[in-house]
């Protein structure tokens, strides 16, 4: 009996095992014990998720393991861990790092330059990277951080002597001073990238993190201005502001935008609210352009934004040495501007096929520059990394992207504040408050993108799918771990965890 009973725990073990729904863990360096971001785990290299920037991932399975199936984890510079899916246990998968000796290394007979690879490269561009009609399931991730550098209005005349520079102070401090916001898409696309209208997306699932009190934008700073403004003056007044920011086209004072200029730095700030409109308003269309412009900045396809391979001849290549991975040593070259280039990097390149395999960058300047009339705009960040691997068609396709942005914007011009009356005789001008706008903010947008599968389909499965958008972001007021639960995404980091709406 006792046997009988023994018999029948392990059972129940080993059913249990078998039955696992989730693979996780932390992946560490085993000499620092330091985590090791966009490590790759894959699932019988056919499936696979990436650890976030703390190191960690949660991997859903769809069938039950069996003791065929493996798991491979994989990083740059470190050796690739195999093992059987059914002995994965650990909380913590410790990679070892690679190292080598350059002489010892043998990766291809012809001793090439930098530049002669560089060249090879972009000969056998089209050849390595899969374009043609492939389904794709992807999770997207956008993580918003804005900051109000300055928000300070210095009185110059107020002839309501309740409306002093400390109410004013009181009502700026009012405005909120920083906002973050995360958006996350789960979603299968359609795609070839070499036709027009190649792009479709089914949205499965998407959320959108934020504290709506604690929202900043055009519209959010120009509609909380405008009510505590209305909340000090008199009941039956109503007022105009006369900066070049705020107001719309009616109360706005037709002076201030006479010529060509003055129109040009008005269309600035009605286009961001217009961003900010369709961002919320045609989710699937805003969010569509968002990945494929992520994924077209790309070195693989036609007039990429990172144009270090298009235009090589403004760029220095230099082989700084071998690294290790995908289990491959690989050329790692590094490119700096010769002149008026933009960006720094590295590549890795594949000495057998000569793809690149994992690109890193980052600028090295100022991209883009506007500053007319009191407005300026600047964007000054422009970073990131894509890793490519291999399909079942033996082509490279993306697998992972992350880009970070940052832009500043700003104002800082006169500004006045008019009360006026309709029930009074004679001049409607009850009383003026005027000064000088000085606004400030920094938004840094950083977008992830992870591929977990890729497979080849056909033309009339691609005309077959119709998009349209059924989906719309489940608003989250602060994070819940059970809406992304049995799906495979990129797991959230401490700071999105620990984000809550203030009530």
């Given at each position: 009996m006792k046997h009988y009973y023994l018999t029948l725990i392990i059972s129940f073990f080993i059913v249990q095992l078998n039955a696992q729904t989730e693979l996780s863990a932390t992946v560490i360096d085993s000499t620092s014990q330091q985590t090791i971001p966009f490590a790759s785990i894959t699932l019988n290299k056919s499936f696979g998720v990436i650890s976030n920037n703390e190191g960690y991932f949660i991997m859903h399975l769809r069938n039950t393991l069996t003791k065929n199936d493996s798991i491979e984890i994989s990083c740059l510079g470190y050796e690739t861990k195999n093992m059987p899916a059914l002995n994965f246990k650990d909380s913590i998968i410790q990679l070892q790092p690679k190292t080598f000796e350059l002489n010892e290394v043998v990766v291809t007979k012809e001793q090439l330059t930098a530049d002669e690879i560089i060249e090879k490269v972009k000969e056998r561009l089209a050849s390595n990277y899969d374009t043609d009609y492939v389904k794709s399931t992807?999770?997207?991730?956008?993580?918003?951080?804005?900051?109000?550098?300055?928000?300070?209005?210095?009185?110059k005349k107020s002839t309501i002597p309740e409306f002093n520079q400390g109410l004013i102070d009181s009502i700026l401090m009012a405005l909120p001073s920083k906002s973050d916001q995360y958006t996350e898409i789960l979603t299968t696309k359609y795609s070839n990238h070499k036709i027009d209208d190649g792009y479709k997306l089914e949205v499965l699932k998407a959320s959108e993190l934020y504290d709506k009190k604690n929202e900043i934008t055009f519209e959010s700073f120009e509609e909380r201005l405008t009510n505590i403004i209305k909340n000090n003056v008199k009941p039956d007044s109503y007022y105009k502001i006369k900066s070049g920011l705020f107001g719309t086209k009616e109360e706005m004072d037709s002076t201030l935008f006479e010529d060509n200029e003055a129109k040009e730095a008005k269309a600035l700030i009605e286009e961001e609210k217009k961003k900010e409109q369709n961002r919320k308003n045609n989710f699937l269309k805003w969010r569509k352009n968002q990945i494929r412009n992520l994924e077209n900045a790309s070195i693989i396809y036609e007039d990429p934004s990172l144009n270090f391979l298009e235009k090589s001849k403004k760029y220095r290549f230099t082989l700084e040495d071998f690294a290790f991975l995908n289990n491959n040593y690989v050329y790692k070259i590094s490119f700096t501007p010769k002149g008026s280039a933009d960006y720094k990097g590295t590549l890795y390149i594949n000495p057998q096929d000569y793809a690149i395999e994992r690109l890193d960058f980052e600028n090295v300047k100022t991209i883009k520059s506007f500053k007319l009339l009191g407005l300026m705009f600047q964007s000054h960040i422009h970073k990131g990394s894509f890793i490519y691997n291999k399909n079942s068609e033996n082509k490279y396709v993306l697998s992972y992207a992350e880009q970070t942005i940052g832009n500043?914007?700003?104002?800082?011009?006169?500004?006045?504040?008019?009360?006026?009356?309709?029930n009074v005789k004679g001049r409607r001008k009850q009383n003026e408050v005027s000064g000088e706008l000085n606004?400030?903010?920094?938004?840094?947008?950083?977008?992830?993108?992870v591929v977990f599968e890729n497979n080849v389909i056909s033309k009339t499965e691609f005309d077959g799918f119709k998009e349209a958008a059924k989906v719309t972001p489940t608003y989250l007021p602060s994070y819940d771990p059970e809406f992304w639960k049995g799906y495979n995404v990129i797991e959230p980091n401490k700071a999105i965890k620990e984000f809550k709406s203030i009530e």
């Open positions: 992807l999770f997207f991730r956008e993580s918003n951080f804005t900051n109000v550098d300055t928000k300070k209005i210095d009185l500043r914007f700003g104002v800082k011009r006169p500004l006045k504040i008019i009360e006026k009356n309709k606004f400030q903010m920094t938004v840094i947008q950083k977008n992830e993108l």
